[in-house]
């Protein structure tokens, strides 16, 4: 039996939508809104080597048409590996964090719930590059703006923040750390209107140099500040530059941030009484 073009066109456009929900409906907006920020370890070098991303993805990091990334063309499309392709100069990106917390986010948070991911973080950069009116802290806060207009409602939760390595060569810049952080919360809670944003900083577990140390003092410092919190990334495992996350170091480093975040949602909800209500 012969079958017809146009049947043969309608079965194809139905396997296409099942399998890939994304291509058969428009994207829904994302309710809640996370910025990605830092250096190589948030932008993602899990499974980089000699230049090369040797392409695996753990089920931690899978796509989900429920979790979006903000591209470089300022528009929202479904997220994927590696979620930093095309931000910021040509580099090799691999696996970082972000995927895997949105996902454990929805899993032990609200199944309903559609992440929005920023990925703003640019490789090799000290915290001085990020100061307010530097270029890297502008697009940080042109692209969290124009998510937020295209965010239909959805709401601004947290910035996420891996970065220091760079910081960590020469002395007076690990020790003046902590206050460049500081200042850099303060710049941008006020640039982006929310006060008492939630910030996730996580405390080095390698550097560039050798005052590693005298950073993660400074980081953890930073927790003193209201709704400053801290994960620690310390002994996870580095790939062989004894620099960057490993691609399962990335996800372990995932799971703390998502705890580190929904323990914040669940007090704040406590205090409250208005589900995911960060500020």
Sequence with gaps: MSISWSTRLIFTLFVVSYSYPE????????????????????????????????????????????????????????????????????????????????????????????????????????????????????????????????????????????QGESDTVRYEDAKAYKDNMEKLIIDLRSDLGHPTLLFIQVALGSGEGKFIETVRRGQLGICRLPNVKCVDAKGLRLEPDKLHLTTIAQVHLAHKLAAVFLAAHQSCTMKTHTPFDLY
């Design 23 to 162: 291509c058969g409906r428009a994207l829904e907006a994302p309710n809640d809104i996370f910025i990605l920020a830092g250096q190589s370890n948030m932008a993602g070098r899990g499974g980089v080597r000699h230049g090369k991303w040797d392409g695996n993805v753990p089920p931690e990091c899978r796509p989900n048409p429920s979790i979006l990334r903000f591209n470089p063309q300022l528009q929202w499309e479904v997220a994927h590996e590696p979620l930093h392709t095309g931000i910021g100069p040509p580099k090799t990106q691999g696996v970082g964090p972000g995927l895997a917390f949105a996902n454990e986010v929805r899993s032990k948070g609200s199944m309903s719930v559609v992440v929005g991911l920023v990925p703003c973080a640019i490789g090799g950069t000290k915290i001085s590059s990020w100061a307010r009116g530097t270029p890297l802290y502008n697009e940080l806060v042109r692209r969290t703006n124009a998510s937020l207009s295209l965010g239909g409602g959805g709401r601004l939760r947290a910035i996420l923040w891996y």
